[in-house]
């Protein structure tokens, strides 16, 4: 059974595109909500796609913290400083105009002396309320800010502090004059912390996103979990699964919901299916497809054991038994610890990595349940299904519910196949077909009896 390891590759360079050199791009939020990650992952992506060098004023935090926080997030921006790619001041405190003028100034004499294509001010809020209003703010933006980005050709980057309770940032003039506005904000999703992005202006493109879900992240600083288009295909390689004189099958790529009464567990529910598809489909037992089955955190190691135990009570050999477990990904979920972006953000690191063909997701009504935001989950869930389709993943979504609970269940409409299975008498299980989109098998319910799967049983 595999183990697994990996990083994800969603980031905030392939959403927003490239900055054309002299914009002046605004970052805007409440204290926390990661507005010196952004700078810093838009200077790193300077530094390395684009093999430019920054500048990074920071008004609050000294040379030596900064290198370390960023450090535990996995970027070393010490060692780019001393490959004079990176040039960091520390802020000083701000008096009156005049130790404005005199910090302003440094910044263009540092940004001409080192030639950067960037600079980055983290934050102007103590130098806009150095001014207190807003007409002289304004010519500040016009007289500085312009001949630093504009006439210099550099990008500049600007973060702005929101305080909590108010909508708006800043002089109210600030959105005028720059080219780009990206506004954090950090949303309570029951009792978990949910950061989210807004690209409020984007001067030159046709961004037309809301609220963006991000988390902050070792490695990438950021990973943007946004609504992607794919191209939809179709699959004629079809999947049976086989139980006694029960047979049952699905096109490859679909993805299925199937609803189990609360008293059934799902996990013998899982051996069932992984007896029955083996059976059904000889050439899964060549182990040459991956697939993932998500569960629980505190339930892997219990979940693991059986699945050995049931696999072992098959008359497989020894050898087409471990070329399956080895494509067998057993992956754990901690709802306890997990925000919403956290879920997606795993499950889209793990798939990107292991590309799986088969996903078993006994993960997904709890998470909506104990982290969801309706809107937030909808619209990740549907970008989940959607690229599992175009990529001919097949996905299989055993949840917990009574049969009436089918058609509240969210994107029910989108799945291609629904199934609700419950007890039958004392033999054994009832599928009843609720949805079949491609009609693989009748629309009439059938009974699996215990016997007919030998050990791999309820």
């Known amino acids: 059974m595999q183990e697994y390891q990996g990083n994800s590759t969603t ?24 507005k010196t990650i952004i700078a810093s992952k838009l200077s790193l992506d300077e530094i390395v796609n684009n093999g430019g060098s920054v500048l990074y004023l920071n008004m609050s935090e000294v040379k030596k913290d900064y290198f370390k926080n960023l450090k535990i997030l996995g970027v070393d921006f010490e060692k780019l400083e001393n490959e004079n790619k990176f040039y960091y001041i520390e802020g000083i405190t701000l008096v009156n105009k005049d130790s404005v003028y005199e910090l302003l100034n440094q910044i263009l004499s540092y940004s001409e002396k080192y030639n950067v294509s960037m600079v980055v001010i ?3 809020t103590p130098i806009f309320q150095a001014f207190g209003n807003e007409v002289e703010v304004r010519e500040l933006i016009h007289n500085f800010f312009y ?14 502090e929101i305080p909590y309770g108010e909508e708006k940032f800043g002089y109210g003039v600030e959105e005028f004059i720059v080219d780009v506005i990206i506004q954090l904000k950090v949303l309570n999703v029951k009792g978990r912390i949910v950061r989210v992005m807004e690209i409020k202006k984007f001067r030159g493109s046709d961004i037309s996103i809301g609220d963006i ?13 946004y609504f992607k288009t794919h191209n939809q295909k179709s699959s004629d390689t079809i999947y049976k699964v086989g139980l006694g004189d029960a047979t049952f099958a699905f096109y490859k790529g ?42 629980i955190s505190s339930d892997i190691d219990k979940f693991k054991k059986k699945l050995n135990e049931c696999l072992n009570s098959m008359s497989l050999g020894k050898d087409v038994i471990e070329n399956i477990m080895n494509n067998i990904y057993v992956l754990g979920m901690d709802l306890d610890i997990f925000s919403l972006n956290d879920y997606f953000d795993v499950i889209n690191e793990q798939e990107e990595n292991i590309k799986p063909a088969i996903i078993i997701d006994l993960t997904l009504d709890l ?44 994107l ?30 009748t629309l009439e319910s059938f009974v699996i009896n215990k016997e007919m799967v030998g050990k791999c049983e309820l």
């Open 412 to 441: 029910v409409s989108l799945y291609d196949n629904i199934a609700y299975v419950k007890h039958y008498k004392n033999s054994g299980i009832l599928v009843k077909p609720v949805k079949m989109e491609y009609r693989l098998f």
């Open 213 to 225: 879900p991000f988390r902050i992240k070792s490695g990438e600083l950021i990973s943007l979990l």
């Open 254 to 295: 679909t993805q299925n919901l199937i609803m189990v009464d609360p008293k059934i567990d799902r996990e013998g529910l899982i051996f069932l299916g992984i007896y029955g598809a083996l059976l059904g489909n000889p050439f899964l037992q060549s182990g040459k497809e991956k697939t993932i089955i998500r569960v």
């Open 147 to 160: 001949r630093l980005s504009k006439l210099s050709n550099k990008t500049l980057i600007l973060t702005e």
């Open 11 to 34: 980031s905030l360079s392939n959403f927003i595109g490239p900055i054309k050199k002299g914009n002046v791009i605004l970052i805007v939020g409440n204290p926390g909500a990661g």
């Open 122 to 124: 983290d934050s102007v």
């Open 367 to 410: 998470a909506y349940n104990l982290l969801g935001d309706q809107q937030l989950f909808n619209m990740l869930q549907l970008n989940l299904i959607n690229k599992r389709s175009s990529n001919s993943i097949t996905g299989l979504y055993i949840v917990n519910g009574k049969y009436k609970d089918i058609y509240s269940f969210p």
